[in-house]
């Protein structure tokens, strides 16, 4: 059996879609779980769309994922180059070497006829195919068109009357009959090669040995096995995915949010959440088995237990699973990924350790009750962002806020910074002094020191009000109001 050899072949127009990144998973996967071998190819003779910019975020992008290729554009080896751009002339020797042999000719058909056959076509109720009119053109004349200038595309001559039959690992037996197959353009009058074309040629030399991308490529296989066997390759064994859908059924766009991996790393997602998600797209490690590091699930992968039903893009589940790691996730990393946020909302001035070590304390407070990264800030806002006269609207739509508010500010005065401990202390002394327990104590207090009507437990949020206060201006953090501050003029402007 010959060694796994598998590739993923972006594009680079655009970001990667999640779509393409459970490609380049599913594809890493057998690799790695196999010992074979993964390779990156890019796709990128559509020169007016590619771009080194687009090829660049792919390659971030992919890297954030966890995954890593043995042979690519920037990682070189024996099949290369990696770019297709680069490949132009291994292209023309191909598409001449078929002409030589009168599998391929030139045709002269301009897109208007070419629009105009398809116009007809639909008219009729027919599958749109070329009419092949340039079939019949004696190979001389057509050779003498070209040398005098002419525009000429090349197009490959599909065999009349055969069934085209192929094994797709994920849906079995798939034919196709070439009464439907137009003979397509392999190499464009621009000497830029058609996709169908340049894949087979590039999977073959490259010695690809399964194939593994979108169902919206079944179409082509047929064309390509055919280019295959013209040229004397053994195709590779295919699998298509099925697509992933948004929850409508319809395909994945911007409509149903984000829809890229840069989007979902930007809003917070940690890559793992992403990465083990993507692989349930489709596919089960196992019975109750959701959760799994990568290694494990490429141990585990079987592209036959791949199924062929619709993938359904679920960001309440990805949520679900993304609030799992970051719990799990090292404090130091969170931080890391917090900081630009914590800096665009004025919260910290300086990125160093003191501000690190704050942030990273008060990170307990919200990672229990958050799907992303992105919402730390919101969720600890109270802290920094606190607001006496709208603490003080608050008390007094309390029927004994007022005196709650007056009696704590009282016990707070002259106090040493809080502690959980402290805090309890101080507020059954509260609940002493005015017959107030339960919400009617406890609540006039949270709005008071934290300006909000709900967030993280008292005996957490005080003593890191307090820690805040407590830190010297080096620290980055903008100065922060203590809880006896706070209560204070929350006092004031209710008894006034």
Not at 337 to 363: C, H, I, K, N, W
Not at 397 to 407: C, Y
Not at 447 to 455: D, I, P, R
Request: with cysteine; net charge negative.
């Amino acid at each position: 059996m010959k060694p796994m050899r598998v590739r993923f072949a972006p594009s680079p127009t655009g970001h990667l879609h999640v779509g393409n990144a459970r490609t380049a998973l599913f594809n890493w996967l057998l690799a790695r779980g196999s010992g074979g071998t993964f390779i990156l190819r890019i796709e990128d003779t559509d020169a007016e769309r590619s771009t080194a910019v687009s090829e660049a975020s792919i390659l971030e992008d992919l890297r954030w994922l966890g995954l890593d290729w043995d042979e690519g554009p920037d990682a070189g080896g024996p099949h290369g180059p990696y770019r297709q751009s680069e490949r132009l002339q291994l292209y023309l020797s191909y598409a001449r070497d078929l002409m030589s042999r009168g599998l391929a000719y030139y045709c002269f058909c301009s897109p208007d006829q070419l629009e105009q056959e398809r116009k007809a076509a639909f008219a009729a109720n027919l599958p749109p195919k070329y009419s092949g009119r340039c079939r019949a053109l004696v190979p001389d004349e057509a050779q003498q068109r070209v040398t005098s200038g002419e525009a000429a595309a090349i197009r490959f001559a599909v065999p009349a009357d055969r069934d085209v039959a192929f094994h797709d690992i994920v849906r079995g037996e798939v034919t196709f009959s070439t009464a439907v197959i137009g003979d397509p353009v392999i190499l464009r009058s621009d000497g830029r090669p058609a996709y169908n074309f340049a894949v087979v040629v590039d999977d073959a030399l490259m010695e690809v040995t399964c194939v593994i991308r979108g169902e919206d490529h079944i179409s082509n296989t047929p064309r390509q096995v055919l280019l295959y066997e013209a040229l004397g390759f053994e195709p590779p064994q295919f699998a298509h995915l099925s697509l992933v859908m948004g929850p409508d059924h319809a395909p994945l766009s911007k409509r149903h949010g984000a829809t890229s991996v840069a989007e979902f790393r930007a809003g917070g997602v940690l890559p793992e959440s992403l990465v083990n998600y993507l692989a349930l797209l489709g596919w089960s490690p196992g019975e109750g088995q959701e959760m799994l590091p990568i290694d494990e699930m490429a141990r585990r992968f079987d592209l036959a237990k791949v199924s062929h039903s619709a993938a359904v893009f679920d960001t309440d589940k990805l949520a679900w699973m993304n609030r799992h790691y970051l719990k799990d996730a090292v404090p130091a990393r969170i931080v890391d990924m917090a900081m630009p946020a914590f800096q665009a909302a004025g919260y910290v001035t300086a990125d160093v350790a003191g501000a690190r070590d704050y942030v990273e304390s008060l990170l307990p407070m919200a990672l229990g009750s958050v799907d992303r990264v992105d919402e730390v800030v919101a969720r600890v806002a109270f802290v920094f962002g606190w607001s006496a006269d709208r603490a003080a609207e608050l008390v007094k739509a309390e029927a004994d806020g007022p005196r709650v508010i007056v009696a704590l500010a009282e016990e707070l005065a002259g106090q040493e910074p809080l502690t959980r401990e402290s805090f309890r202390a101080a507020a059954t002394r509260v609940k002493d002094k005015t017959g107030c327990k339960g919400r009617l104590l406890f609540h006039p207090i949270r709005v008071a020191l934290t300006g909000e009507e709900s967030g993280p437990e008292l005996d957490l949020a005080v003593p890191a009000i307090d820690r805040g206060a407590g830190l010297p201006t080096a620290a980055g953090v903008p100065p922060i109001p203590s809880c006896a501050a706070r209560a204070r003029a929350v006092a004031e402007k209710v008894q006034g």
